[in-house]
């Protein structure tokens, strides 16, 4: 059984700003909270099956974990992978979907999480974190708006 989280932002910028905004990897830095760095595994743009390493600190350790673009569906719907066996976390696959919506002025990102695969103990701890991740993604969508809306 999966754990699910959904997240809204509503950023007063144009749907293709937000659309490239979440998927340039390059500026990530300027506003990512607790970025370390991110490590392309391929080259050229974004498309689906692009893979990264993305490093963070986070709770006062450094964690990479392993992202894949898995859909792209210009200017409305992204969805990343982070599969957990290849990251720091050990186990676990992480999915987020966002989809984007012109509202007037302004685009709404939603963000749905999901988090699939974590057993015994895991998968405990794993439900009472769904708000811990939940906090993180809107940690991210606040930053990427600021970051877009200057």
């Known amino acids: ?8 932002r509503s950023i007063k910028v144009s749907k293709q700003m937000a659309y490239n905004g979440l998927l340039d ?3 990530a830095k300027q506003w990512m909270q607790g970025l370390v760095g991110i ?16 490093t ?3 709770f006062g350790h450094e964690a990479t974990e392993h992202f894949e673009v898995v859909e792209l569906n210009e200017q ?9 066996t290849k990251g720091t976390t050990g186990k676990g696959e992480f999915l987020f979907t966002y989809i984007l919506a012109s509202t007037n002025d302004s685009t709404e990102v939603t ?8 057993t015994g103990l895991a998968k405990f701890f794993g439900k009472m974190m769904a708000g811990t991740f939940k906090k993180a ?5 606040d930053a990427l708006k600021s970051y877009l809306e200057k």
């Open 25 to 27: 990897l390059d500026s």
């Open 137 to 141: 993604c809107a940690k991210d969508l």
């Open 111 to 118: 963000l749905n999480g999901e988090i699939n695969g974590l």
């Open 76 to 84: 409305d719907k992204i969805v990343l992978r982070c599969d957990g």
């Open 56 to 58: 963070r600190r986070m």
């Open 39 to 54: 490590k392309r595994l391929d080259e050229g743009p974004l498309q689906v099956g692009s893979q990264w390493l993305e």
């Open 1 to 8: 059984m999966s754990i699910q989280f959904e997240v809204k």
